[in-house]
T-cell receptor, first 115, second 109 residues
Framework: GAGVSQSPSNKVTEKGKDVELRCDPISGHTALYWYRQSLGQGLEFLIYFQGNSAPDKSGLPSDRFSAERTGGSVSTLTIQRTQQEDSAVYLC?????????????FGPGTRLTVL | GQNIDQPTEMTATEGAIVQINCTYQTSGFNGLFWYQQHAGEAPTFLSYNVLDGLEEKGRFSSFLSRSKGYSYLLLKELQMKDSASYLCASMDSNYQLIWGAGTKLIIKP
C-alpha cells in the first residue's frame, strides 16, 4: 500500500477483555515497530520486528502484551485482560530495515479506550 | 538513565521564526530525529542529524551538537499549518528511538 495502515482506528472495550490491533506496513519494509502514546505524552517503545523475528521486546509493559508478525508483513499486537491504564493510542511504524537509522513511517494509530 | 528534554509548549506569530530546543542523554548515540505531529494524527518525519552542524530543508532547519547533547529545530516564515507538536527523538546504541514528550507549537495570526 501507499502508507502504513492500522485497524481498527478506534476500539472501545471493557476491562478484562482481550483486544487485537493490526498493522499493515509499507510494502517492502522489513522493519516494523509498535509504540504507545498516552495523551500529552511522548512515544513509548513497545516492540520491534526485523522480518518475522522480534530482537527487541524490552518495551512490552507486561506479559499481557504480545505481538507477532507473519510473512514479513502484517503484524498484530494483542493485549490480554485489558486494564484501564492500557488506554492510549497505539502507533505502528515501518522502515526499509536496510539500516538501523532508516526513517520510520507511522500509521494513523489505533485509539484504545478501556472502560 | 535515558532522557529527552524539550519545552512543553511554545507560542509564535505567523511569519516569524521559532527555535525548539531539545537536550538528550542516551546510552550511546546514533542520531537525532525530529518529527511533526498534528493533533490526532501520526508523527511524520522532518529531519535526521548524526553529525554536528546545521541541516537546512526549506523552511525547516535542524542543528546538532553531539558534545553538548543538544539539538534544535528552526522553523522560518511560520504558517498557521505549522501549529503542531514537534517530537525530538534520540537513537541509542541499540538503535532504539528514545522520544521526548513533544513541544506543542501554537501559531497566532
Amino acid at each position: 500500500g501507499a502508507g502504513v495502515s492500522q485497524s481498527p482506528s478506534n476500539k472501545v472495550t471493557e476491562k478484562g477483555k482481550d483486544v487485537e490491533l493490526r498493522c499493515d506496513p509499507i510494502s517492502g519494509h522489513t522493519a516494523l515497530y509498535w509504540y504507545r502514546q498516552s495523551l500529552g505524552q511522548g512515544l513509548e517503545f513497545l516492540i520491534y520486528f526485523q522480518g518475522n523475528s522480534a530482537p527487541d521486546k524490552s518495551g512490552l509493559p507486561s506479559d499481557r502484551f504480545s505481538a507477532e508478525r507473519t510473512g514479513g508483513s502484517v503484524s498484530t499486537l494483542t493485549i490480554q485482560r485489558t486494564q484501564q491504564e492500557d488506554s492510549a493510542v497505539y502507533l505502528c511504524a515501518s522502515s526499509l530495515g536496510q539500516g538501523h537509522t532508516d526513517t520510520q513511517y507511522f500509521g494513523p494509530g489505533t485509539r484504545l479506550t478501556v472502560l | 538513565g535515558q532522557n529527552i528534554d524539550q519545552p512543553t509548549e511554545m507560542t509564535a506569530t505567523e511569519g516569524a521564526i521559532v527555535q525548539i530546543n531539545c537536550t538528550y542523554q542516551t546510552s550511546g548515540f546514533n542520531g537525532l530525529f525530529w518529527y511533526q505531529q498534528h493533533a490526532g494524527e501520526a508523527p511524520t518525519f522532518l529531519s535526521y542529524n548524526v553529525l554536528d552542524g546545521l541541516e537546512e530543508k526549506g523552511r525547516f532547519s535542524s542543528f546538532l551538537s553531539r558534545s553538548k547533547g543538544y539539538s534544535y529545530l528552526l522553523l522560518k516564515e511560520l504558517q498557521m499549518k505549522d501549529s503542531a507538536s514537534y517530537l525530538c527523538a534520540s537513537m541509542d546504541s541499540n538503535y532504539q528511538l528514545i522520544w521526548g514528550a513533544g513541544t506543542k507549537l501554537i501559531i497566532k495570526p
